[in-house]
């Protein structure tokens, strides 16, 4: 079962939602990137699934910085890549600290604007080598203006990258979905993309029936499990 361990980031307390498998390791890492409702049972399921599959996986709680806002739209427009870049920087050395990590085997995964602040993190931290991306909308643009976009970090993306989109999804669109593609290929970086009929965006998260698809989800997650084995054997 997930715990949930505070650090602190730039003076600010920030929550980690953690899971570690059983077992001594060294495990491989995830970090799991929130979707718009933050650390919530959706994000916190996740981290435990990841766990039971043999991972140390975290999700760091990037609205740390300000009061929680009701309204989605004003809570993400508090949100910073800088500040973003920092707390995944966190995270990291705090299960370095806590948990038996192999630092070598290191993955972020996200959804909705977690699926953006993943490529975000896998274009500015080295270390991480994996990527799985679920319908990461608003990459071709820059939160805060003060750095490159996440679409403009791909060059520097090491590794493996899959991602998952919906068909009916307006961002993003089906149009996004072939750019990214074509940039990723365009650098040489080995990419799997799968678009689901009949899904929208969101399409994962069970705690949102009007958008959960089951059959897309299913075949999505069970598609991530034999990435992260497969990069990581």
Not at 8 to 26: F, K, N, T
Request: hydrophobic share 40%; net charge negative; charged share 25%.
């Amino acid at each position: 079962m997930a715990r949930f361990d505070t650090i602190e980031v730039d003076g600010s307390p920030m929550r980690i939602c953690l899971a570690a498998p059983e077992g001594e390791g060294p495990f491989p890492a995830v970090v799991v990137m929130s979707h718009i409702s933050g650390l919530d049972a959706f994000t916190e399921d996740r981290v435990d699934r990841l766990a039971a599959a043999g991972y140390v996986a975290a999700a760091p709680d990037k609205f740390h910085y300000h009061e929680w806002v009701e309204e989605r739209d004003a809570r993400r427009a508090t949100l910073r890549d800088t500040r973003i870049i920092a707390d995944i920087e966190a995270t990291l050395a705090h299960i370095d600290g806590v948990e038996n990590v192999d630092p070598e085997r290191t993955a972020i995964l996200g959804h909705c604007m977690g699926g953006r602040t993943a490529m975000l993190g896998a274009g500015s931290i080295p270390r991480i080598n994996a990527l799985v991306d679920y319908y990461g909308g608003n990459t071709m643009v820059s939160w805060g203006g003060d750095g490159p976009t996440p679409f403009e970090r791909i060059p520097k993306i090491k590794g493996a990258v899959i991602g998952f989109f919906g068909k009916k999804d307006a961002n993003p669109s089906p149009a996004d979905v072939v750019k990214i593609e074509v940039e990723f290929k365009k650098h040489g970086i080995p990419c799997e993309f799968h678009s689901y009929d009949g899904a929208d965006h969101a399409f994962q998260n069970f705690t949102n029936p009007e958008r959960y698809h089951e059959a897309a989800a299913n075949d999505a997650w069970g598609r991530t499990l034999r990435f992260l084995a497969e990069r990581f054997a």
